[in-house]
């Protein structure tokens, strides 16, 4: 089957609305939105609660880290499901890629538990 560049003007043209729609709201709401600053609307607002202090005083990072290996690691299930829903049709190549891909997750998961990564102090 040949593809022509006809066949991708719907992806185009898609796009083209997308960006077009984003633009023009993005103006329309800077050029008929309302613009009056004072003191008191200009001051951060944290849920209600007054600030204290520096927002720019240094963290721990580990729930950050806990949080991105999280989402690192669930990710596979979205390999995961289409492979066990298929699972029959793929045959036996799909069945050892799968082992391949499932024990590369296990060397990045030792790693990351030989980095102390999943400790907390």
């Known amino acids: 089957m040949n593809s022509t560049s006809i066949d991708y003007l719907p992806i185009v043209l898609q796009v083209l609305f997308a960006a077009g729609f984003v633009a023009t709201t ?13 003191k008191n609307k200009d001051i951060s607002f944290e849920c209600g609660i ?22 690192l690691f669930d990710v596979e299930v979205i390999f995961m499901y ?24 296990l060397v990045g998961f030792y790693y990351v538990i030989k980095k102390g990564a999943l400790e907390w102090e």
């Open 26 to 38: 993005l103006l329309v709401s800077h050029f008929l939105g309302p613009k009056r600053h004072s």
């Open 50 to 71: 007054p600030q204290h202090g520096n927002a720019r005083i240094p963290f721990s990072v580990k729930y950050f880290l806990v949080a991105i290996l999280f989402v």
């Open 82 to 105: 289409p492979w066990a829903v298929n699972f029959r049709d793929l045959g036996m190549d799909a069945l050892w890629k799968m082992f391949l891909f499932i024990g590369l997750l």
